[in-house]
């Protein structure tokens, strides 16, 4: 009797469907679940198309590239373009702006939603937690031309900031064509486009938190402060920690639309990054070879820092992306 029942329960693993799926071969497996598959081919194609096949364009970086000669047809000069890089007097200034913009991004503006996030947790009322969320998320969806556009209306010489000053009996200021005022506009504007939309997965961490702890606190006597400080932050500490490592990597890598759109011959002291720089070496001067290397040379920058970030957040036992 003892016999039989082992027979049965063998016969049981074997027939359940992890072992099935794992004994047959691969046609057997497309075929089972090849609706899968088809729901993420779309989206790996379109990562090769757009990502990884134009990495083939990268050789240029280490030739003399010619429209009429092609990838393979131009001739190699090796490390030429990234020593001419180095040796241009203007690549310090750009990575320093680069650098600068980046760093006062990510200190400034990195933990803005963290606290809206907090804030709109808090309310208890819906309508309005719904309200202040959709009017956070807006200027997300706004084009940077129009932003920028809007920038320029309101601070321009005859813009509504500017009366207001002459009406108080002040000077008008000239933000877009004085270099102390571009950091702060650029700063201070991507703060009030990306706050909202920002915030969206710090309020999934907060609502994946057991609302039992919430209870518990405030049957033990904790106010508002404490329970933010003992529950809330602790509950998306996780989900901090990965966007963190994500938005550091973005130290070196602003954004050229804005940048552009923002910057003049007036502030390139403090304006021209390192992609405004590739745009005007690279199609205006048409020197492609020399602005595929600063590109690389900018990739490569932005991986190390990536994964220097990774490595500490791992020393430190906390979350990391791998």
């Keep these: 009797m003892n016999d039989k029942l082992k027979e049965n329960r063998a016969a049981a693993v074997l027939t359940s469907p992890l072992e099935r799926r794992r004994g047959v071969g691969w046609l057997r497996e497309l075929r089972l679940s090849g609706h899968l598959y088809l729901m993420v081919l779309p989206g790996v194609l379109g990562f090769l198309l757009f990502n990884y096949i134009p990495m083939y364009g990268i050789i240029i970086a280490f030739k003399q590239y010619d429209l009429i000669l092609g990838f393979d047809g131009s001739p190699w000069v090796g490390l030429k373009h990234f020593q001419s890089f180095f040796a241009d007097p203007y690549a310090v ?83 877009f064509n004085e270099s102390s005022y571009f950091r702060t506009l650029f700063v201070g504007s991507g703060i009030w486009q990306g706050i909202g939309w920002g915030s969206i997965l710090y309020l999934a961490a907060l609502t994946g938190i057991d609302p039992e702890l919430y209870e518990a606190s405030y049957m033990d006597g904790a106010n508002r402060f404490r329970r933010i400080w003992h529950i809330s932050l602790p509950g998306m500490l996780p989900t901090i920690t990965i966007l963190f490592i994500l938005h550091a990597s973005d130290v070196i890598n602003v954004g050229f639309e804005k940048a552009y759109l923002m910057s003049n011959p007036a502030i390139y002291e403090v304006g021209d990054v390192i992609q405004t720089y590739v745009y005007r070496r690279g199609i205006i001067d048409r020197n492609f070879s020399y602005a595929t290397a600063v590109g690389l040379l900018n990739s490569v920058a932005a991986f190390l820092i990536l994964y220097v970030t990774n490595r500490a957040s791992r020393a430190m036992k906390q979350n990391s992306l791998w």
């Design 93 to 175: 200034r750009v990575v320093k702006n680069t650098l600068l913009l980046g760093l006062y991004s990510l200190l400034f503006g990195f933990w803005p939603p963290i606290l809206l996030a907090l804030l709109l947790n808090e309310l208890t009322s819906k309508w309005w937690k719904k309200f202040f969320q959709s009017v956070s998320y807006l200027p997300h969806f706004i084009a940077m031309v129009v932003v920028v556009g809007m920038m320029m209306e309101l601070l321009g010489a005859n813009g509504p900031v500017n009366l207001l000053l002459g009406s108080l009996g002040m000077e008008p200021i000239a933000f």
